[in-house]
């Protein structure tokens, strides 16, 4: 087991756990067995669903955590329910190096609030964020925040850019990202006081780790023109599950408008088509800012979605990351 990535996993989090998360995991091991799994949650439950499942008994443990975090409480209220809830234990042991990362679907408020309290930031951010790989017309965008920080200051937006270049850096091996700031306009002096301080910061100072392409509107984030897309939790959160909608709009109204004898013709490239803009394939946003790994999966997600989840996490450890965005990190402190 010294070989593999060691995941532990908040097995009660999100939409249909711990059933999904079980689907998920077995999805993920018949393609690649190289991920150990310790599951935290009601115990009985979870035995339940792996009692006639083998291949996940024989890649996990099952860890007992009497309580839960619904996705309905309060970050506040969450964090201070109880130690004993499936996230925060996962998440202690990552603290104590149990786990090489951790990964849940559960309460976005409050996995950012219990990851505050229990794991250290990189020196330099205050603010962790959620970056997540959308698809573009050449390859990927990288756009954060997706739903940590609601309230963000030009400081924020500063170092989201900074920490979204080195992760692109890290997976992608570009010398210098394009990162853009997310607005309603092209035009300078468009958008909130905080963008146009952050759009000025930026503007007026060499930063070495990117170059600053200016604001891109929400209709050109898949064009392919900039790698990185910085924005604020609540606006980004909005940017993805209205990407989500459409794209799964999209492809459930696609096959209706078409009649058989084209579809039979053109069915390899909807296939494709319908793969390329499935939101499943893009699973799993890391939360940028923290010493140790720390993954959110889409509570609503099915266990296809959770299991490329567990790929991002596997491929999280494996590059490395977190010791390759510290090193490709630049904050802008002295800039402000």
Known sequence: MNDKVKIA??????????????????????????????????????ENEVKNNNLVRENSEIIDAKDIISDDESPLAAAKKSKETSMWKS???????????????GNTGAMLVISRLLLNNIKGINKPALAGLWPNQNNMNIVL??????????????DFASMG????????????PRVALLNVGLEENKGNDVLKKTFSIMKKNDIKNFDFTGYIEGNHIMDGDVDVIVTDGFTGNVALKTA???ANFITKNLKKSLNKLSILFSYSSLKRF????????????????????LVKSHGATD?????????VC??????????????????????L
């Open 145 to 158: 925040d997706l739903g940590a920080n609601i309230v963000c200051d030009e400081k924020n937006l500063c």
């Open 244 to 246: 989500e909608g459409t």
């Open 303 to 311: 266990s296809v979605g959770f299991a490329h989840s567990i790929n």
């Open 274 to 293: 319908k793969n390329k803009l499935d939101p499943r394939k893009y699973n799993g946003a890391i939360f940028l800012g923290l010493e140790s790994p």
């Open 91 to 105: 998440i202690e042991f990552l603290k104590n190096k149990k786990a090489d990362i951790t990964l849940s679907a």
């Open 9 to 46: 996993v908040d097995a009660m989090g999100g939409d249909n756990a711990p059933k999904k998360i079980i689907k998920g995991i077995e999805l993920s091991l018949k393609q690649k067995k190289d991920n150990y799994f310790y599951l935290f949650g009601k115990k009985d439950l979870i």
């Open 314 to 335: 596997n491929q999280i450890i494996n590059a490395n990351l977190i010791e390759k965005i510290k090193s490709n990190l630049i904050t802008i402190d002295d800039k």
């Open 165 to 176: 270049s080195a992760l692109f850096k890290s997976l992608f091996e570009n010398e210098k």
